[in-house]
């Protein structure tokens, strides 16, 4: 099974800061058809997650555009360009190049 | 307008056999590229992948799992089920059903459904 790792696990911020979180897997999700299947997910208090970022840089529908992902191969990363108050909660990544899907340990971003 | 929401019992014993379903609304596993997964997350923990079926009838499951696992479909009611066998308090988790594509994006997801497995 292919290991996701985040750093850091928790991450204080202060409103209209930036802040990014790392994501790193044990083996490259660069396919051969040149897509990195790495996803980003949120998941606010009480809540079920939600999809952030799909293939490591694409904006799901409805995202604000303060978020973004970039990386390839084993190393990705999450970056909020001013962090809001609603952006509370545990960001997980994601890989899904091949089965078992596995997902990261977490980072709990809080205000 | 796509929707969906996990059903099954709340408390299981120890040993018993768990059936999850997730009924769906708004697309088609009949579609090409479409799948349906199950995640759990045990309380104050992490998301953890469990299963998925394809539109092609394609089924996948988690290494340590997939023993103890089954996913289904039925087309005509629109549900994917999930069978967990041998439960044991640690499995207590909320329960997620989730609408993937070919690989991940999971872009929409149920509300969870909490399984406690106590004697």
């Known amino acids: 099974d292919i290991v996701m790792t985040q750093s850091p696990l928790s991450l204080p911020v202060t409103p209209g800061e930036p802040a990014s979180i790392s994501c790193r897997s044990s083996q490259s999700l660069l396919h051969g058809n040149r897509f990195n299947y790495l996803d980003w997910y949120l998941q606010r208090p009480g809540e079920s997650p939600q999809l952030l970022i799909f293939?490591?840089?694409n904006r799901a529908s409805g995202v604000p555009d303060r978020f973004s992902g970039s990386g390839s191969g084993t190393d990705f990363t999450l970056e909020i360009s001013r962090v809001e108050a609603e952006d509370v909660g545990v960001y997980y990544c994601?890989?899904?190049?091949?089965?078992?899907?596995?997902f990261g340990p977490g980072t709990r971003l809080e205000i | 307008q796509i929707t969906l929401k996990e059903s099954g019992p709340t408390l299981v014993k120890p040993t018993q056999t768990v059936t999850l379903t997730c009924t769906f609304s708004g697309f088609s596993l009949n579609s090409n590229g479409v799948s349906v997964g199950w995640i759990r997350q045990p309380p104050g923990e992490a998301l953890e992948w469990l299963a998925l079926i394809h539109w092609d009838g394609n089924r996948r499951y988690s290494t340590s799992l997939r023993n103890r696992l089954t996913i289904s479909q039925d087309t005509s009611k629109n549900q994917v089920v999930l069978t967990m066998t041998d439960m044991d308090p640690v499995d207590t988790a909320t329960y997620y059903c989730?609408?993937?594509?070919?690989?991940?994006?999971?872009?929409?997801w149920g509300q969870g459904a909490l399984v406690t497995v106590s004697s």
């Open positions: 293939l490591g840089s």
């Open positions: 989730a609408r993937g594509g070919v690989r991940g994006i999971l872009g929409y």
């Open positions: 994601m890989q899904a190049l091949q089965t078992p899907y596995t």
